[in-house]
């Protein structure tokens, strides 16, 4: 369903459509350039890219510490051999 929209000049704004969507908005108040090269408007920028989501991926598996967890040892059994 398409929405109407006062089409006035505002200093600063361009209006233009969403790369995903046929929805019309203002850049950049309310349009804005995602990491996948495409426009998006605010309906379609609230759910995340795959592109987004593996980047996100990538930098967590980079901040993991190499630190080995040391884990308090306790009474060993009579029938462990080891």
Known sequence: MASMRHIGHEPGQVLMQCSVCPNVA?????????TD?????HLCTETETRLDYER??????GQRDQQVLHFPGGVVPDWYEG
């Open 26 to 34: 203002r850049y950049p108040s309310e349009i804005r350039y995602c």
């Open 37 to 41: 090269r495409l426009f998006r408007c």
């Open 56 to 61: 996100k991926q990538a930098t967590s598996r």
